[in-house]
């Protein structure tokens, strides 16, 4: 039945990274991704939360929808750093409110020096050049290519989404319909994955 299965949890970022020195970095987001064509709602749970303020840790989420929710650190002390906590983000039907999946966000608080500091033997400078360059010429290149890569959906994930809601909308191998064609469950459960990874893909270029 499909009350008794789970479905995968979408969010992001998967790791937060607060910096002791950084005062900017100790308040982050998280974004909660409804990619279903159901209501939900949400959970946040921690490992310590002394450590930490979660801004609205529950609600609900809309259909093919997805809310902010603001995560403080309190304790940004060196005693605290390189000590790893995570967050769980609980799924539950909107309804009867059982749980349907969850998804784990690991926190570090770090140094500022490990995010300022870049390793020398990594990175080397690019040797300055007596040739003159057209920078003009560059620029608008590089610019033409950064627009066709970030114009947005490309023809394909649009035929993959397409393809996949196809696919949801035929009915079931355990529904007892006339009609011809037939997929499984878990198929279904794939395909309703896929097109939750496609959906976040278009709203993050909106």
Do not use: W
């Amino acid at each position: 039945m499909m009350t008794e299965c789970k479905v995968p949890v979408f969010v992001s970022p998967q790791t937060l990274t607060f910096s002791l020195d950084d005062r900017s970095s100790h308040k982050q987001i998280i974004t909660l991704f409804n990619p279903y064509d159901f209501p939900v709602r949400f959970k946040v749970f921690c490992t310590c939360t002394k450590k930490y303020t979660v801004v609205a840790p529950e609600g609900s989420i809309s259909a093919s929808s997805r809310v902010d929710i603001v995560v403080r650190h309190n304790a940004p002390a060196a005693a605290f750093c390189d000590i790893r906590d995570k967050f769980r983000i609980q799924m539950q039907y909107y309804t009867t409110k059982k749980v349907i999946g969850h998804k784990d966000v690991e926190t570090i608080l770090v140094r500022s020096s490990e995010n300022d500091e870049l390793p020398a033997e990594n990175f080397k400078q690019f040797l300055r050049s007596d040739t003159p360059v057209d920078n003009f010429d560059n620029e608008s290149e590089i610019r033409q290519n950064y627009n066709k890569r970030t114009s947005g959906p490309n023809i394909t994930t649009l035929f993959m989404a397409g393809v996949c809601l196809c696919g949801l909308l035929l009915p079931s191998s355990e529904d007892t319909d006339i009609l011809k064609f037939r997929i499984s469950f878990n198929l279904k459960l794939a395909l309703a994955y896929v097109l939750g990874m496609i959906t976040i893909t278009i709203l993050q270029h909106q």
